[in-house]
């Protein structure tokens, strides 16, 4: 049997990264509609989730709108029972964006599947190959997040 070489893996690799990131992809749209709300609203919630607070402008930049769309999301959400708007301790006349608790629940019951899935995945590797999964995931979200910069710049 023919020993496969580190330039066929790393092809390999690179081939079914697009087809797994479609169909997560597609599992959020899924997830989104029947929450009520858009993939780009479950973007948000997930940067609300994992920053905490933040204002609209905050939000539109991290999540790639304009703050009309931002404004709409907000409402969407808000109308979902995901988030909640208080005022900025700090500045009074901000107002901060919140996930709620719920929100968070609701979504999170969603992903249970995918996550009892990913679990059952993970068992099959070692620590040290965890690692380096670990690793490559967090240099490729670098990499795309330095991409998605240079691609807005232009």
């Known amino acids: 049997m023919a020993r496969t070489t580190r330039r066929e893996l790393e092809q390999r690799v690179l081939t079914a ?3 797994w990131v479609n169909t997560i992809s597609q599992l959020n749209r899924v997830i989104a509609e029947r929450m009520g709300v858009t993939a780009s ?3 948000c ?4 989730h994992m920053q905490g607070p933040a204002t609209a402008a905050e939000l539109a930049r991290e999540v790639g ?5 931002v404004s709409r999301m907000i409402d969407r959400l808000d109308a979902a029972g995901c988030i909640t708007r208080t005022d900025d301790p700090e500045d009074r006349r901000r107002v901060l964006i919140e996930a709620s608790s719920e929100g968070l629940a609701r979504i999170a019951a969603y992903y249970d599947g995918l996550t009892a ?3 059952d995945d993970l068992a099959e590797f070692t620590v040290d190959e965890m690692r380096v ?3 490559f995931i967090e240099r490729s979200q670098v990499g795309a997040t330095e991409e998605l910069a240079r691609l807005r710049r232009r």
């Open 17 to 19: 990264l697009p087809s």
């Open 41 to 43: 609203d479950l973007d």
């Open 45 to 48: 919630l997930h940067v609300l």
């Open 65 to 69: 709108l304009t703050p009309g769309s």
């Open 117 to 119: 899935r990913s679990h």
């Open 133 to 135: 999964l670990l690793q």
